[in-house]
């Protein structure tokens, strides 16, 4: 997962590890799981670029995931994208392709629960997908996507 929010983050430049902070546990996905979270991720960087938390000089976004097995034995990844210090958000008036790429795609292909909050000081995304939709395994597990 750090490999593939990195290669996600390129196009942002300079400011990776300055104002993005990320943090996340060493999990490896599959091919596929990595395409969809990764397209999330690159599109939730672009907007933050143009209308977010990076389109000035202060903004910062936080990244962060982790593998928890729930109440009833279920295991779950969960990642956070948190933005702040940008323009005062406000929730679009429609949806569009952004929608179907950091929501609609991953409920589809990886049975995820997806909450986006657009709070005045920063747009907020969670994700929470049955490890087993996306072959994610600790650091040592066989299916990958980048080391971590």
């Not at 902070?21 to 395409?35: C, L, N, P």
């Not at 969809?36 to 389109?55: D, F, P, Q, W």
């Not at 000035?56 to 962060?64: A, L, T």
Request: hydrophobic share 40%; charged share 25%.
């Amino acid at each position: 997962m750090h490999e593939l929010v990195r290669v996600q983050l390129i196009h942002v430049g300079d400011v990776l590890g300055d104002r993005i902070v990320i943090d996340g546990e060493d999990v490896r996905v599959t091919a596929s799981s990595a395409q969809t979270i990764g397209m999330a991720v690159h599109e939730l960087a672009t907007n933050a670029l143009k209308y977010g938390a990076l389109s000035n000089d202060r903004g910062e976004v936080r990244i962060g995931w982790s593998a928890a097995r729930e109440k009833g034995g279920k295991e779950m990844l969960q990642m956070l994208w948190a933005e702040e210090g940008g323009p005062a958000v406000e929730a679009p008036a429609t949806t569009g392709f952004g929608s179907v790429v950091t929501k609609d795609m991953l409920q589809y292909s990886l049975g995820a629960e997806v909450e986006v909050d657009f709070r005045r000081t920063g747009l907020v995304w969670q994700m929470r997908c049955p490890l087993d939709r996306t072959g994610a395994r600790g650091g040592d597990g066989p299916a990958m996507a980048g080391q971590g």
